[in-house]
């Protein structure tokens, strides 16, 4: 009998874990629904001057577009980047307000960060979808929930640059660039959550180095809003 009670104890406990840590429901966009050499670049964290200036040169030199999931209350410190980032045509998306370990938080607060951002996006003229990405994509139970009733998806990636580790170029390139294929969504940061002074020059050559080698091998560039 004991034991029969701690098996059930247990299977209950893993269930619940797994429901919590990776919800089945709601849309998880992982990668780009195509098979063709068609990637997405994502920059997280912004807007953060005068980094994100410079990587928007960077990909008007090379008339590509990304998408930029930026963070609430850096939108309202900066909106003239975001309004630039809007004008030269990339996407923006919703990052939440204040960057939390969003999948901790109870629904009625998670529902706050994300609404906060999207009326400031809206504010500054995002139109058509606003794409949500949660901070350390923690798309956790709460986080599905509010989204799910939103009949809203998450977009979380397929290739880590790791870049929030180093800000050497050719690491960040070399990581990337091994594992790319078609579809991957790629994310890479052109803030720091943490860290608001944070140099973000490593990211920005190597987006360059990205993009030069990418499209040597044909590939096109999407935002997830051409998904
Ligand atoms: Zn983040």
Redesign the pocket.
Known sequence: MGLIIIAATSCTTMLLLWLFFRPPFGQNIVRLNTTHRIVALTF??GPHPPYTEKLLDVLAKHKVKATF?MIGSRIEKYPETVQRVIAEGHQVGN?SYS?PVLGFQPPAQVRREIERTDNLLRQLGAAGEIVFRA??LTRFLPVAWVLARANRRHVSCSVWSWDWITQNPDRIAHTVLKKVAPGSVIVLHDGK?ENPHANRTGTITATDKIITTLKRKKYQFATMADN
């Open positions: 997280d964290d999931f990052h960057h901070p350390l959550a």
